[in-house]
């Protein structure tokens, strides 16, 4: 029986302490997906994505964003898994984790990833949707870590532990990591540890990725797509490929300044919303998100005869979360006062940075989207119906349509950008 103790893309966690017993590997069997935790964690993943998207979003100024706020999520609520005292409430208070705490969150992230992988895991790709998930625990040869951490781990995570050698093959174990991530992510977050980030201090290392490949329920004639102007908010004109669906049934919805479709996947299970401001610019939309405001637009979809016209982009997005985590009210998981000793008897661990990574890519076809997390911890040192062109800045949210989960959201200010500049 797993036992409960007080952590979005992969999500790395380092540490660094003192020599230890040599642990042993422990199999990661899954604790059962209690449905009726689900509902609760969704309602988290939602408020920490309208958190995470509004920092990323003001960071980036008028660019483009893209991000896995439930991967960030996950890696969090594992990291969580080993903080007490302020820490821990500090954690909790960003990922709007639901009461009991810890427990609600757990057995809640448990629930919805199994749920949604149960669901999408078998897919293709091209005829219906695919979705997985992975996590990983990479520790230190010596480390010995508690036996309730690795439990919580296990058991709702499925997160198994991978004894490795950072202090005698620090770049090769660098590689190792960053060679599981690509592969569970179809090689699209090649490099999600960089340069530097692993050392032979690094004590423990937890990864997470996602990754989802989906086919659109309504393809779009490739033949019909052709250059079209759009227009950003600061008034430039861009070029870009936009594509022209044909009449059919989608969600649509309106709201103050904005209208909005849901164009689905195969199988009409998951969904990309795509929300386009009637007023003067993205930047009034956007200050109305919150969860309150997501979790409606995510589930008042009415079905209409929509003509789109959407245009086709890729793009990559590499952040440090540091400061915005920080900004969001877990400033102590990175000083000196952080408390992480649920994880081990090691002294002095601090979350010394958080590192994701989002690609994203829409075409004629579908939608191809991975994410990876890194938590990084050492010692202190149609005619009947509405036209719905997409000419101008949108916001996005790839989601579960039953759960109202969201996997990725996104802005596109200029569709002819591919990647942070």
């Known amino acids: 029986m797993v036992s409960r103790r007080s952590l979005l893309q992969a999500a790395p966690l380092a540490l660094a302490g003192l020599a230890v017993p040599v642990p042993s590997r422990r199999q990661a069997v899954r604790v059962p997906p209690d449905a009726a935790a689900a509902p609760a964690a969704a309602r988290a993943v939602r ?8 920092s990323l979003a003001a960071a980036a100024g008028d ?3 893209v991000c896995a706020p439930y991967s960030v999520a996950v890696a969090l609520a594992m990291t969580r898994a080993g903080a007490a005292g302020v ?6 208070t960003v990922l709007h984790a639901p009461q009991p705490r810890p427990a609600a969150l757990d057995n809640g992230l448990n629930a919805v990833d199994q749920l949604l992988v149960g669901r999408y895991q078998n897919g293709d790709g091209t005829k219906t949707p695919k979705l997985t998930t992975a996590n990983a625990l990479w520790t230190r040869l010596d480390l010995d870590l508690r036996p309730a951490f690795q439990d919580v ?3 709702y995570y499925g997160a198994a532990a991978h004894p490795v050698d950072f202090r005698g093959a620090t770049e090769e174990t660098r590689q190792e990591i960053n060679t599981w991530v690509s592969d569970r992510t179809n090689s ?3 490099e ?3 340069n530097g980030s692993v050392n032979p201090d690094t004590t423990l290392i937890l990864t997470n990725t996602i990754y989802l490949k989906a086919p659109w329920r309504y393809p779009f004639t490739v033949s019909a797509t052709a250059a079209a102007p759009f227009t950003r908010d600061d008034g430039q004109v861009v070029d870009v490929q936009l594509m022209r669906g044909p009449f059919e049934r989608m969600g649509y919805s309106e709201g103050s300044g904005w209208r909005a479709v849901d164009v689905p996947f195969a199988d009409g299970s998951l969904a990309m919303a795509i ?18 405001w997501l979790d409606a637009l995510l589930h008042d979809f009415r079905i209409r005869d929509i003509r789109l016209r959407l245009p086709k982009w890729t793009f990559r997005l590499p952040v440090q979360l540091r400061a915005t985590l920080s900004e969001l009210g877990m400033p102590t998981a990175f000083t000196s006062r952080a408390d992480l000793t649920g994880m081990s008897a090691e002294p002095s661990l601090k979350v010394d940075d958080v590192v994701h990574e989002t690609f994203i890519g829409v075409d004629e076809k579908g939608a191809e989207a991975a994410a990876a997390s890194a938590v990084i911890v050492r010692p202190p040192s149609i005619p009947s119906g509405p036209d719905f062109f997409v000419d101008r800045p949108f916001l996005y949210v790839i989601h579960d349509v039953s759960s109202g989960v969201p996997l990725f959201i996104g802005r596109v200010h200029d569709p002819s950008v591919t990647a942070a500049g």
Do not use: C, H, K
């Not at 820490?87 to 909790?92: C, F, K, L, R, V």
């Open 275 to 292: 929300v386009l401001p009637t007023g003067p610019g993205l930047a009034a939309v956007e200050a109305q998100l919150d969860e309150a």
């Open 47 to 54: 408020g920490f994505t309208v958190d995470l998207y509004r």
């Open 188 to 190: 699209r977050i090649p």
């Open 153 to 155: 781990l296990t058991g």
């Open 87 to 92: 820490t821990a409430d500090e954690m909790d």
């Open 63 to 65: 660019g483009n964003v």
């Open 192 to 194: 999600l540890l960089q």
